[in-house]
């Protein structure tokens, strides 16, 4: 007996793997212990063979609601948690590979001895050009002067991703990154703190660029903080042996 097509895809097997990213995910859970580590890849894992995951899931797994771990997921409408660059790496991957299998609908064997090559190399020139994309933004953030501590490029970091993602850009030249980086410093009077809490503003709300931030009740404790982090910005990066022995603490 011989099955119809679609008879064939009801029982084809779900798919064994995802796109995974090294560069990414180790630039995004360098300040992860090992434990966090293993626990980010269980969830991710689980994601992928089982959807959003409850509550109840993640604390299986996690033995608790980590929040460093909890920053790299959202909430859907039912409160589940979920990646959100895992979730569009799936879909990319599905539509793809639906794109591909119907193009293989119809037909014969003659035509089907071209179909590994005209796979390949639509899905690779895809890809080769997307990494292009994020390797070139990647390599201009090595070479912009850093305002803040280094721990903070992490957060720009972020941010940069977030833009290529919610807003489809990316910084073509040094200068342009450079001009953001200085505008958000200059927006946070000097303070990395405040200049975190900028950039989670922005994400928050859907924004394209930098605002002042809404809630000013704390702005005199933030001048402080600036004044603060600048000194020690300035210790670390010129100070002597002694100076840096009593830097302040933040």
């Not at 995951?53 to 771990?69: A, G, T, W, Y």
């Not at 009740?217 to 001048?223: D, F, G, L, Q, S």
Request: hydrophobic share 30%.
């Amino acid at each position: 007996m011989r099955l119809p097509l679609d008879a064939l895809f009801y029982f084809m097997p779900k798919d064994p793997a995802f796109l995974f990213y090294v560069n990414d995910f180790d630039s995004g859970t360098k300040f992860f212990t090992d434990e966090q580590v293993g626990k980010y890849l269980r969830l991710l894992i689980a994601q992928f063979q089982h959807g959003a995951l409850s509550e109840k899931q993640v604390i299986f797994i996690c033995r608790e609601l980590d929040e460093d771990i909890m920053k790299k997921f959202q909430k859907d409408e039912n409160g589940n948690y979920f990646n959100v660059r895992l979730a569009e790496e799936i879909t990319k991957r599905s539509r793809f590979s639906e794109s591909r299998s119907n193009n293989r609908k119809g037909k014969n064997k003659e035509e089907v001895k071209n179909i590994s090559s005209s796979y390949v190399e639509p899905y690779v020139h895809h890809m080769e050009n997307e990494n292009e994309n994020e390797n070139e933004d990647k390599n201009i953030s090595k070479n912009v002067s850093n305002p803040f501590s280094e721990n903070f490029m992490e957060f720009w970091n972020q941010w940069k991703e977030y833009k290529r993602k919610q807003h489809k850009f990316i910084f073509k030249l040094k200068s342009s990154e450079q001009t953001s980086l200085n505008n958000l410093f200059k927006l946070s009077n000097g303070s990395e703190i405040t200049a975190k809490s900028i950039i989670d503003q922005s994400i928050a709300n859907g924004w394209k660029g930098f605002f002042e931030l809404k809630n000013k009740n704390n702005e005199p404790a933030n001048r402080d903080q600036a004044r603060i982090e600048y000194w020690n910005h300035m210790v670390d990066t010129f100070g002597t042996d002694e100076e840096k022995a009593t830097r302040k603490i933040v």
